[in-house]
């Protein structure tokens, strides 16, 4: 009987040790990572001239900037050591300069609020547009008369961040697609011949193949052959980008690849 009960009492702890060896513990842990938003935008700095883009995703790259709200940092465009503040700022990139980067309508007058020219200006907008090579700013509002600049040459345009950004970093980042020789392809949309002073200008226009809106207009060195209006699918055009018109990129010195 007490060889009966030893060994009942002997599977009691063997079966007691086997659970608590098999028991899992489990604990969750929650560990925060920054998300960093990708980056779909095409990078001017990295396309192959001879590798055409789709006109739809030029022109989103193109005016990624426009309509966004920024917080820019740069110098009064003044002409003494100060200056007043009105309605209006005009931001440089060196207290020296002359070149304007930045144009700022402000929301309220500021009733000539001083600032010192060497003292770099903190302003809040929305991008609307460019003039002359100036980007427009509107809504604006003055965050402050003083900040420290910190410059970026990697922005993006889909994740501003919250630091300021110096005038001449977002200047050149707007202004990046400017002048670069790129081949595009797109559906082809239409012809515009225009006869002036100056002379004639041929434009074809290519549209984006699935909203067949147009995006991209091309200024031919020669006359487009009539071709393109059978097969208006796949054209592919290489030139060079010289800004905007009515809300569409402009290349000159165009020419027909296929």
């Known amino acids: 009987m007490k060889n009966l009960i030893l060994l009942s009492l002997i599977f009691s702890l063997i079966f007691i040790f086997n659970n608590c060896k098999n028991e ?5 842990v929650n560990i925060e990572e920054e998300v960093i938003p990708e ?3 095409l990078n001017p700095e990295k396309i192959d001239v001879n ?3 789709p006109v739809a995703e030029l022109k989103k790259a193109f005016f990624a900037w426009e309509g966004k709200e920024v917080t820019v940092i740069g110098y009064c465009d003044i002409m003494f050591s100060y200056g007043s503040v009105k309605d209006e700022v005009k931001l440089v990139d060196d207290p020296d300069s002359s070149t304007q980067l930045i144009y700022c309508k402000l929301l309220k007058d500021y ?3 001083k600032v010192e020219q060497t003292t770099a200006i903190v302003v809040k907008g ?3 547009g460019s003039s002359f090579g100036s980007i427009t700013l509107k809504d604006c509002e003055i965050v402050s008369i003083a900040g420290e600049i910190k410059e970026n040459n990697n922005l993006n345009p889909e994740n501003i961040g919250t630091e300021p950004i110096f005038v001449q970093d977002l200047h050149n980042s707007y202004f990046a697609w400017n002048n670069k020789e790129v081949s595009v392809t797109g559906y082809y949309s239409s012809t515009t011949t225009s006869t002036t ?5 041929i434009r074809v226009d290519l549209a984006d193949p699935e909203t067949k809106d147009k995006a991209v207009g091309c200024r031919m060195l020669d006359e487009p052959p009539e071709s393109i209006a059978n097969n208006r699918n796949d054209i592919v055009i290489k030139g060079i980008i010289k800004g905007e018109v009515f809300g569409n990129v402009i290349m000159e ?3 027909i690849v296929q």
């Open 24 to 28: 899992v513990i489990e604990e969750t």
């Open 39 to 41: 980056n779909t935008l």
């Open 51 to 53: 590798t055409p883009i």
């Open 111 to 113: 009733e000539g609020e």
């Open 126 to 128: 929305t991008i609307d």
């Open 197 to 201: 002073s100056y002379g004639v200008t």
């Open 253 to 255: 010195e165009c020419e």
